[in-house]
């Protein structure tokens, strides 16, 4: 028999790697993903690069795959150079109206356009869009206190449906519009977990900057329940900007999403991994 080589074996372990994925390739054709991408998780262009050829793969093997990203870095920045001084409360940013338009110059015209751009590189139809679009995300004032901060309260995601028909990619920025013509600032996770649920969908990606989420000790909890998430939120485990994402997460199972998963977005091929492989990364909430 011939001598394998290094180079062969490798070419070996990439052909069974494929052959591995059938299952989950089959499981997945016509499947509705919801991707949340924070403003965290994006990082260099590279790594931009391999969220965006990682989505084009998706879509290819028929998944429906929509992003719905975040921003919360860029607008930081964005704010700072103009002056503006920002502050949050319990994770919202205090957003009057010279901040919305700033947040909505960032998110749709900058971070929205750099991710559409990225998938189109890679050979996929991209289109961006907002909570805006279409009716898509109608919202409520959260809380006078906030100003233009918006709670999703009615969603009209038939434009979506519209765009996985035609092949397409949505690219969603998480702004809404309000029932008197205002524009609301959305958290990134909170319009994703509305549009996940609005579509029933398969999966929602939670992607962020930790592998998921860690218990008292710092290991990564890999299946959670609600119970579990009580318990530890309630004792300060869960904090920070870990908080609405598993609020987000479990609103979202309420509200009919198959199963949600926070995983670490900058680690290589994190998607592809979670949905078609044995290695599922992050945490996984499902439904009962
Ligand atoms: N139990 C926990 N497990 C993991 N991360 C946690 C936990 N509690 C708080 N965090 C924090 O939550 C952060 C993720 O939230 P955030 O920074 O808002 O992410 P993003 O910008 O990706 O939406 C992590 O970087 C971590 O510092
Ligand atoms: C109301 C509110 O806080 N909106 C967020 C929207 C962007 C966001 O959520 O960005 P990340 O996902 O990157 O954190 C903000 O203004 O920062």
Known sequence: MKKQT????????TAR??????????RYTGAIVVIKFGGHAMGDDAEMESFARDVVLMRQVGVNPVI??????MINEMLAKLGVESAFVNGKRVTDAATVEVVEMVLSG????RIVQAINSQGGKAVGLSGKDAGMMVCNQTDPALGFVGT????????????FEAGMIPVVAP??????????????DTAAGAVAAALKADRLLLLTDVAGVK??????????????????????????????????????????????????GRAPNACLLELFTDHGAGSLIRRK
């Open 6 to 13: 290094a180079m062969n074996r490798d070419w070996i372990a």
């Open 17 to 26: 790697t494929l052959s591995e994925a059938l299952p989950y390739l089959q």
């Open 68 to 73: 719905v990203h975040g921003g919360g870095p």
């Open 110 to 113: 900058r971070v929205n356009k």
């Open 152 to 163: 999703p309260a009615e969603m009209n995601p038939a434009v979506l449906h519209q765009l």
């Open 175 to 188: 702004l809404g519009s309000g029932r008197a013509g205002e524009t609301f600032n959305v958290n990134g």
């Open 215 to 264: 218990d008292a000790s710092g290991e990564v909890v890999t299946e959670l329940t609600p119970e579990h998430i009580a318990e530890l939120t309630e004792a300060g485990v869960i904090a920070g900007g870990m908080i609405p994402k598993t609020e987000t997460a479990l609103a979202a199972i309420a509200g009919g999403v198959r199963a949600v998963v926070i995983l670490d």
